[in-house]
C-alpha cells in the first residue's frame, strides 16, 4: 500500500510517467479477485481512480467495481466504500454512463452525508463531484444549489473542491447568460487555488484554466481565452492520456 500511495502521489503532481510503471508492477503481483483483501482493493481503487483522471476511464472502472467489492466483503471498511463509490461514479461519467454514474454518485452522497460533518472535505468532495454530474447532465438550478452549498459549508475556504465549485458555478452562469457572474467566479477559481491547502491534482488547474478560458472568449476577450486554453493544453499533454478530451479536444470543459 505504501507503494501504491507513492504511485498515486506522483500521478496527482502530473508525473504519470513515473507513476504508471510503479502502479503497473504492483498489479503483476497483485491477487486474483477471488483473493482479495483489503490492501488489495486499496491498489485497485488508487490506480483505477488514476487511470480515469488521466482520461482513460474505460480501463479504471474494471479495477474500481473490483475494489468495491472488496471493502464491501469487510465491515468495517464503510468510509473506504464511500470514497470507492464516489470515485467509480466519477470514472462511470468520465466514460459517458451517465444512469449508473448519477445512481452510484447519488448513493455516494447520501452515505456521506449520513456519516461525515457537514463542512468536511469529504463531504466536499462528493457533493462537488454530484453538482458536476447535474451540471453535465443540464440540470442547471440543482448544481447551482449543489455548488453553492460546497462553498458555504466547508471548514476551509482554500480546499481544491472550493475552487471546482466556484468553477462549476462560473460554468453555471455562463449558461444562463449571467457573464458578470461568470467573470467573478472563474476569477474566484483561480484565487482559490493560488491559496490552495490540502489535496491537489494538478489537472484540476487545467480544468480552471479552461473554464476561465470559456468566460473570458464569451466576454469578448478571445486573446485572453486562447491564452489560457493553450496553457491548459499544454499541461493535459503532460499530465493526462494522448486520448483525453483534455487533449484531443479543444473547447472541453471537463475536468
Request: charged share 25%; hydrophobic share 50%; aromatic share 2%.
Given at each position: 500500500?505504501?507503494?501504491?500511495?507513492?504511485?498515486?502521489?506522483?500521478?496527482?503532481?502530473?508525473?504519470?510517467?513515473a507513476a504508471l510503471p510503479l502502479f503497473?508492477?504492483?498489479?503483476?503481483?497483485?491477487?486474483?479477485?477471488?483473493a482479495s483483501t483489503p490492501d488489495a482493493s486499496t491498489v485497485r481503487e488508487d490506480f483505477g481512480e488514476r487511470l480515469a483522471a488521466e482520461g482513460r476511464p474505460e480501463l479504471?472502472?474494471?479495477?474500481?467495481?473490483?475494489?468495491l467489492a472488496g471493502f464491501q466483503q469487510k465491515a468495517n471498511f464503510e468510509f473506504d466504500q464511500r470514497r470507492c463509490r464516489r470515485n467509480l461514479g466519477d470514472a462511470l461519467a468520465r466514460?459517458?454512463?451517465?444512469?449508473?454514474?448519477?445512481?452510484?454518485l447519488a448513493l455516494s452522497l447520501t452515505d456521506y452525508e449520513a456519516h461525515?460533518?457537514?463542512?468536511?472535505?469529504?463531504?466536499?468532495?462528493?457533493?462537488?463531484?454530484?453538482?458536476?454530474?447535474?451540471?453535465?447532465?443540464?440540470?442547471?438550478p440543482q448544481a447551482q444549489v449543489q455548488f453553492q452549498q460546497v462553498v458555504a459549508a466547508a471548514a476551509n475556504k482554500t480546499w481544491a473542491h472550493v475552487s471546482l465549485a466556484h468553477a462549476g458555478?462560473?460554468?453555471?452562469?455562463?449558461?444562463?447568460?449571467?457573464?458578470?457572474?461568470?467573470?467573478?467566479?472563474?476569477?474566484?477559481?483561480?484565487a482559490g487555488w493560488q491559496a490552495l491547502t490540502g489535496f491537489r491534482d494538478v489537472r484540476m488547474q487545467?480544468?480552471?484554466?479552461?473554464?476561465?478560458?470559456?468566460?473570458?472568449?464569451?466576454?469578448?476577450?478571445?486573446?485572453?481565452?486562447?491564452?489560457?486554453?493553450?496553457?491548459?493544453?499544454a499541461a493535459a499533454r503532460r499530465t493526462d492520456a494522448p486520448g483525453s478530451p483534455t487533449v484531443t479536444q479543444p473547447l472541453f470543459l471537463g475536468l
Open positions: 500500500v505504501p507503494r501504491a500511495k507513492h504511485a498515486r502521489t506522483l500521478h496527482l503532481s502530473g508525473d504519470r510517467g503497473e508492477a504492483l498489479m503483476a503481483r497483485m491477487p486474483g479477485p477471488e479504471g472502472i474494471p479495477l474500481l467495481r473490483a475494489a466514460a459517458g454512463q451517465m444512469a449508473e454514474a448519477r445512481r452510484v461525515d460533518p457537514p463542512a468536511s472535505q469529504p463531504l466536499a468532495a462528493a457533493r462537488e463531484r454530484w453538482a458536476r454530474l447535474l451540471l453535465d447532465l443540464g440540470d442547471l458555478l462560473a460554468r453555471v452562469a455562463l449558461a444562463q447568460g449571467e457573464l458578470q457572474a461568470a467573470l467573478q467566479h472563474s476569477a474566484d477559481a483561480l487545467a480544468y480552471l484554466w479552461r473554464v476561465r478560458a470559456a468566460v473570458l472568449a464569451a466576454a469578448g476577450d478571445g486573446a485572453g481565452a486562447q491564452a489560457l486554453r493553450d496553457q491548459a493544453e
